[in-house]
């Protein structure tokens, strides 16, 4: 039963009713309503229809003051984790902060837009149906001095507080974080971990080394939130069997030392005790570790038994947003009814139904506020009964009794480093060591710190490495906070040349910049370029989307050689950042972009280097279906061409070009490198009725479309004689034409002689009407066929000879009378006895 649960928790319900304390101002106006309100530990603050923020105090729920603002109706209000600062916004797009809300002097609202950013080279969040996005989830980040804005379209933006937080502003710039497809829910965050949840998907960002990751692959449609879970151990200290056990065999010892109790908010939480809570529809939830793997699902639509005798028990709540009470339970509601939840234990700890139309809950601490769509106000306090937990007292070994670190730092260090990591017991892992050296600094041993160092580099007949504290610390500022307790005897710091980390841990690789920590100040405009590319490329992995008016955006303010450059140095940025085959991704990120009509109007250098890369961009990706096809001896050409070709209209304007301007040298530059490009060559060859070239081309391409078209536009018998010529030599010689030297080639492999590979085909599998398309079931991504027939069966007997035919080129007894000279080299049944019926009649199907 619920009330079982909350006597569990230790948990009592108090209600207090304060409707007519916030109406107080409002008492002489029917205009002007609250829309949205938040709490902190010592305001409450609602926004206005009218652009105003009313403050109130918490305790006594005086009205305080007005802070009036040009923002209109306000839609969010958000204030900062130590109260000082509040976040706005509107349903147009417009945000606003109060900086100092302690402050003596009159408040103002600083305003922005966003896509502020966009003059700077930022990326602007018009959505892709044209309307504007409007703020619908804020998030504060460390000290406050971060304010993230998630908004209707799917964009995550930085407002970094530090860079005028004291100066005279004239404006205020966002800076986009993360691009999704849809509307955000909620934003969560822990240490340098953002989580947004939208409507379809969770997404778990690193801030710091700007990595991305999708929560779970099981999409979903709708208003569900996300947080962290952090274990708080001021509430719920409930002990385990270990911490019993330990606590009965250390009753009655003369060593147990009380006097070193550290307080509960002294306490480490451990990384693997943090937990990631996705909503899901159905009343459940997804439980993922800090990783963001999800661990397993918790189903709460049959928790509530004590429902069954107040409303149905199969009913459906939608988790929308995900609020935490009390560092372990999760307050959800919907528009009638609130639910507390223990997410770990799966377990529905409070139900209340009977509070109203609810509009928003805010929490604070142990009370929760209520406002609802009528403008009623009430605050339920959850008061927390402590209880005594038996303290988990050290173990004895061999009589003795052991030293935890949390308890005594100086003898492990003392212990690590003078015996040099030699003796049994040593406490040699990562946190054992940060945990010691944080106990250490924070006590009254912090003086003594430099004896234990000096110990150490004394130790063995070799002087040990020196120890590295920075690199323990894991940053400047932990190293310079630790610095300031030393002794400041300059002696003492000689270090040798060979310094190490006493552990070994991952150092994330030398970046460019963080998103989270970096202002814009500091960058040059080409840096803020560089950076915007990369966010745009990120987002575009996690939404799964192309992002081609993003990439525009930023492009079309810089010309070709700018481009070239900027793309440079996106490729440094991707190789810092371990992406792998950079240089693949920055060209796919520019040819998305790249406009082909561009090609005849830019410079030669920036020719050059489209050509580049258009030609290092296929021989990577298709590189296994290049091996596969025989180049001539001579001059290293390929016989034939591959099928597949990225960004083909690329490549057939760069020959366009190069053709027009007969530079013939760049084109066979193009097709010895990306044979597909012999398609584009054939088609001038037919235009300009190069007989000695053209029958030879269409033959090897073995593209249908080519040869319907040369069919029509300029074969007469004598050139179906040099095609059947063609034919024999190579089913009878296994041998092609190169294309480039003309000379006669023998295949290494048979088995890659078409005319063979046809044949074993047709043996294979049932005779199909070569002018029927509808047999053929490309599933090959990327494949440009060029005609409508499959390109294998090109290379058959009665295709060539069905589309002389069909084609009306010739008739059928000018066709029966040529084939009588080959009858002998020709193989029985190669031809089907349809072929004859269409000469004799001279139809076609």
């Known amino acids: ?93 417009a945000i606003g902060v109060v900086l100092d809300l302690d402050g003596s002097a009159s408040k103002e609202v600083l305003l922005t837009e966003l896509g502020g950013g966009e003059a700077a080279g930022g990326v602007g969040v018009v959505g892709r149906s044209g309307t504007t996005a409007f703020v619908t989830s804020f998030c504060w980040g460390e000290d406050d001095k971060e304010l993230y804005c998630g908004d209707s379209k799917g964009t995550v933006s930085l407002l970094q507080l530090s860079m005028f937080m004291g100066r005279n502003i004239l404006n205020m710039t966002l800076s986009p974080v993360l691009l999704l497809e849809n509307h955000i829910v909620q934003i969560d965050r822990y240490k340098e971990l953002l989580l947004v949840s939208t409507l379809s998907k969770c997404v778990l960002c690193n801030t710091q080394r700007e990595e991305f990751k999708q929560i779970g692959n099981r999409p979903r449609d709708g208003l569900y939130g996300a947080t962290f879970i952090v274990p708080n151990p001021e509430y719920f200290n409930t002990p385990t069997e270990e911490d019993l056990e330990d606590a009965k065999s250390m009753e009655g010892s003369d060593d147990n030392d009380n006097d070193q109790r550290s307080s509960p908010s002294g306490v480490k939480i451990a990384q693997d005790q943090v937990r990631i809570f996705c909503s899901r529809p159905g009343s459940r939830l997804w439980e993922a570790d800090i990783d963001g793997n999800v661990l397993r699902t918790h189903q709460f639509r049959h928790r509530s038994t004590d429902r069954e005798a107040n409303g ?40 209340i139904n009977n509070v109203g139309d609810i509009s928003r809950v805010r929490l604070v601490g142990e009370d929760i506020y209520v406002f609802g769509n009528d403008q009623t106000m009430m605050k339920l306090r959850l008061d927390v009964e402590q209880k005594e937990v038996p303290k988990r007292l050290p173990k004895k070994i061999n009589g003795k009794k052991s030293s935890p670190f949390k308890e005594n730092g100086v003898y492990i260090l003392d212990h690590l480093f003078n015996n040099n990591g030699l003796k049994e017991g040593t406490l040699q892992t990562e946190s054992t060591i940060k945990e010691a050296l944080a106990s250490v600094v924070r006590g009254k041993y912090g003086r003594n710190i430099k004896q234990m160092f000096l110990g150490y580099d004394q130790m063995g007949p070799e002087r040990p490495k020196t120890l590295n504290i920075s690199k323990v610390y894991n940053s400047e500022e932990s190293y310079n906070n630790m610095v300031q307790v030393l002794p400041t005897d300059e002696s003492s710091y ?28 500091q960058l040059s405009e080409d840096d803020k370029t560089v950076r915007n590319l990369y966010l745009v490329y990120r987002s575009s992995i996690i939404s799964n989307l192309n992002f081609a008016d993003r990439y525009a955006k930023i492009f079309d303010a810089y010309d070709t050689e700018s481009i070239v450059s900027l793309l440079h140095k996106l490729e440094i940025v991707m190789d810092e950042n371990n992406e792998e085959q950079s240089r693949l991704k920055c060209i796919k990120i520019y040819f998305d972009y790249l406009k082909v009509e561009l090609i005849w109007e830019i410079d030669v250098e920036s020719r050059a280097f489209i050509k580049q890369c258009f030609i290092e961009y296929n021989k990577m990706l298709l590189h296994e279906e ?83 078209r040369a069919a029509c536009e300029m074969f007469t018998m004598d050139h179906w004689r040099q095609l059947l010529d063609l034919m024999l030599t190579c089913y009878n010689s296994n041998s092609l034409m190169c294309l480039n030297c003309d000379k006669l080639c023998t295949l290494a492999d048979p088995g890659r002689n078409p005319m063979w590979r046809e044949q074993q085909n047709q043996a294979q599998s049932p005779v199909v009407n070569p002018k029927d398309n509808n047999h053929i079931n490309n599933n090959n991504i990327g494949i440009t066929t060029r005609g409508s027939t499959n390109v294998n069966r090109f290379y058959s007997w009665n295709y060539i000879l069905n589309t002389a035919i069909d084609q009306k080129c010739v008739d059928g007894k000018s066709m029966l009378k040529l084939l009588r000279g080959y009858d002998e080299y020709i193989p029985k049944g190669a031809i089907s006895t349809s072929f004859y019926l269409k000469c004799l009649l001279n139809v076609s199907d």
């Open 1 to 93: 039963m619920i009330m079982d649960a909350l006597r569990h928790y230790g948990l009592s319900q108090q209600r207090t009713e304060l409707t007519s304390a916030i109406q107080l101002p409002l008492r002489n106006t029917r205009r002007i309503k609250f829309t949205c309100f938040d709490v902190s530990e010592k305001y409450i603050i609602f926004g206005a229809n009218s652009g105003s923020l009313y403050v109130y105090d918490r305790e006594s729920v005086n009205f305080l003051s007005i802070i009036p603002s040009q923002l209109g109706t306000i839609s969010q209000v958000q204030i900062s984790s130590n109260g000082k600062q509040i976040a706005v916004a509107n349903m147009r797009g």
């Open 626 to 708: 290049l091996c596969e096809l025989e180049k001539c001896e001579s001059c290293g050409h390929y016989l034939r061409t591959n099928i597949n070709c990225h960004y083909p209209e690329i490549g057939t304007t760069l020959i366009q070009y190069y053709w027009s301007r007969k530079d013939y040298a760049h084109c066979f530059e193009l097709v010895q490198q990306i044979p597909f490009l012999w398609h584009t060559i054939t088609k001038f060859y037919i235009q300009d009725n190069r007989e000695d070239k053209a029958i030879q081309c269409i033959w090897n391409v073995g593209d249908p479309g080519l040869l319907e």
């Open 494 to 521: 000689a270090e040798d040349d060979c310094s190490e980390d006493v552990v070994p841990k991952r150092n994330p690789p030398k970046k460019m910049f963080s998103m989270s920590l970096l202002s814009d100040y």
């Open 312 to 351: 149905p028990c199969n009913e459906i709540i939608a988790f929308k947003l995900l609020q935490k009470v009390l560092g372990r339970l999760i307050l959800v509601h919907d528009d009638r009814e609130i639910f507390l939840i223990d997410p770990i234990a799966s377990q529905v700890v409070l139900w």
